[in-house]
């Protein structure tokens, strides 16, 4: 067979064509994938990686904001800053293995746990890997220490940082409440309002209430760092934004007055309030807590135990919690009874040794009645059986609204209203749903209740703040306040703030009376017992039995000048027997004292 020179010329000419075109197709798949990636990494998602790169080369070291400080009225210092040492680390300057080194000179010199070094530094590892506190409060000791030997611990300093501090520890702890390390899940909620992992956050009081006034802004530096992660240079400086002071209503003298009247007491809790505005004076508890304690850097099992798991419940305010009031809830019964028309404000009823209702004989408390006597003398001596026989009368609806009209039953608006009861003022609609624990229609209203509701036992649970709210309606010539701890910029006696209660004239004016009585010659009459210059006040006594099975409760509340309130005070004893003269009243005296020296104060310095 005769080969053919031409055509095996011509296919192999088609073969370097073919190759050609094959070879120009995988050119071109090549280059369009490189035109495509460039184009989705520089078009598509280019400002994703510029932010990317950027980050590589910029850090940005934090500053903290000075948070805002918590005064007193008078602009004395209730919550402050001070100055702290804390031993922080740059990982950044430690090379592989040095940071363990590191930690065993600290741990020898400082005299710190090894462990507690180890596990801080790695948790901060997490959240920011330029700069993480080892120890947030040195002692000038250690600081000493560190700065003999500082040449030795590369990695680590010293700086100084801002903690919160209270200069008087405890006093008025449940209102200013305290500062707390934020969450990992507090801070992914809010990151986005300026939050730093490492910031704290007002958790209770005052300090939570008005979180956003005091914290202020963060600011930072700017610093630019290479591959290895050496500084370059600064790229800018932001300051930090300080938040801004918070003025209280409260009087420091006051505070200390009611801190000092509950020494010597188990558990209690003193409101004094202005009756015109609202504005709170002093509000303490006990038992109470330091909030310097969540300011440390290191507590111990012990401590903690004894803040959060005791049966004392330290935590807990006494002042805005639910107790059964006894006869300080008298006045109520009074309002109901006259407004509701059954009771006039001149009737006189026949007090006797017990009435039966129900199942029960209920007593009268001095075991054989009081005779013929009328609302104000009822509210001097206290009589029982004759705010039975109204409270029975007029019926749990009328009972009922005449607590609501003066702020039962409901929150006060004051601004820790979160952590606030708002108590319980039993009721026949209440009782038929079932008491909030039972089956509708299950658990009825008896007549045990209502007679019991009258004077303030059983059914009927009040904080300390709702009975100074309502005691101020009686003392400012019928207006219902809203309790405050912050003036601000507010017309707290605006018609949205101070409101009119539904009362008549007569009617205010005959509790008033019977008031006044209870301090001139009734249950207490001791109330001026060692005190000078005193002008007119009203008040009342209150001795109630512990519904949840505990020992007695002491009230006793007071408001003064008599003719136009200034102040109001309560005074609360818990499951303290003896009565309320005996126990409560002594407690309102000390504040009563130190409040008067301060209106004659006040007076000379008009004068002069």
């Known amino acids: 067979m005769k080969t053919n020179i031409s055509d095996i010329s011509k296919n192999r000419k088609i073969g370097l064509i073919n190759q050609s075109k094959v070879l120009f197709l995988i050119l071109i798949t090549i280059f369009s994938g490189i035109t495509g990636r460039l184009f ?44 702290a040492y804390a031993l922080t680390v740059q990982p ?100 986005s309002n300026g939050y730093e992992i490492v910031d704290r956050i007002g958790r209770t009081g005052v300090e939570s209430a008005y979180e956003s006034l005091l914290r202020g802004q963060w600011g930072g530096e700017m610093l630019e760092v290479n591959a290895s992660g050496v500084i370059q240079r600064s790229l800018g400086v932001k300051s930090p934004l300080a938040g801004k002071d918070l003025t209280l209503t409260l009087d420091l003298d006051l505070q200390l007055a009611a801190e000092q009247a509950l020494d010597n007491k188990a558990a209690g809790a003193i409101v004094v309030l202005d009756p015109r505005t609202g504005g709170i004076r002093a509000m303490a508890s006990r038992p109470t807590f330091d909030p ?32 059964d009031p006894g006869s300080t809830w008298k006045p109520v019964t009074a309002m109901a009874g006259m407004e509701s028309g059954k009771f006039p404000h001149d009737i006189r009823l026949e007090t006797v040794a017990c009435i039966q209702y129900g199942g029960h004989c209920f007593p009268e408390h001095n075991g054989r009645g009081y005779g013929w006597i009328g609302y104000e003398n009822a509210l001097r001596v206290s009589s029982n059986t004759f705010f039975y026989q109204v409270g029975v009368g007029v019926g749990s609806e009328a009972l009922y609204k005449a607590a609501t009209n003066l702020g039962f039953d409901a929150h006060t608006g004051i601004e820790i209203g979160y952590e606030e009861s708002k108590g319980l003022v039993g009721n026949k609609q209440w009782a038929d749903m079932g008491r909030g624990w039972g089956k509708p229609g299950q658990t009825p209203w008896l007549p045990e209740d209502i007679a019991s509701a009258s004077i303030g036992q059983a059914v009927v649970q009040i904080t300390p703040l709702q009975l100074a709210r309502a005691y101020a309606v009686f003392a400012n010539g019928g207006y219902l306040v809203t309790p405050h701890l912050s003036d601000l910029d507010i017309d707290w006696t605006s018609t949205k703030r101070r409101k009119k209660v539904e009362i008549e004239s007569q009617t205010l004016e005959t509790i008033r009376r019977g008031l006044k009585k209870v301090v001139e010659s009734g249950t207490g009459a001791q109330i001026t017992l060692g005190l000078k210059g005193l002008p007119p006040l009203g008040g009342k006594t209150g001795t109630a039995e512990d519904s949840t099975g505990g020992s007695d409760h002491a009230w006793f509340v007071c408001f003064a000048p008599y003719e136009i309130g200034e102040i109001v005070i309560v005074a609360f004893a818990q499951n303290t027997p ?31």
């Open 40 to 83: 989705w990494l520089q078009i598509i998602h280019g400002s994703y990686y510029r932010k990317l790169s950027d980050e590589n080369r910029i850090r940005l070291v934090s500053s903290p904001p000075i948070r805002g400080r918590l005064l007193d009225r008078k602009g004395r210092i209730l919550a402050d800053n001070k100055l």
């Open 92 to 191: 950044r300057l430690l090379r592989e293995g040095e940071a363990f080194v590191l930690f065993q000179k600290l741990s020898k010199l400082l005299n710190v746990s090894e462990k507690s070094l180890s596990i801080r530094y790695k948790k901060g590892l997490t959240n920011d890997p330029y700069r993480i506190n080892l120890i947030d409060d040195l002692s000038s000791e250690q600081v000493l220490r560190f700065k003999e030997n500082e040449s030795d611990l590369n990695g680590a300093q010293v700086d100084l940082e801002l903690i919160r501090y209270y200069p008087f520890g405890k006093l008025a702890s449940h209102v200013l409440g305290y500062t707390q390390s934020i969450t990992s899940s507090e801070y992914k909620s809010l990151r």
């Open 292 to 323: 310097n304690f969540f300011s440390k850097s290191f507590t111990t099992q012990k401590e903690y135990d004894d803040l959060f798991l005791s049966s004392r419940m330290p935590l807990f305010s006494r002042a805005i919690n639910a107790y």
């Open 578 to 608: 003896g009565g309320g003269s005996v126990h409560a009243l002594p407690m309102a005296r000390k504040v009563l004292k130190v409040w008067n020296k301060i209106r004659y104060e006040s007076f000379n310095q008009n004068i002069n």
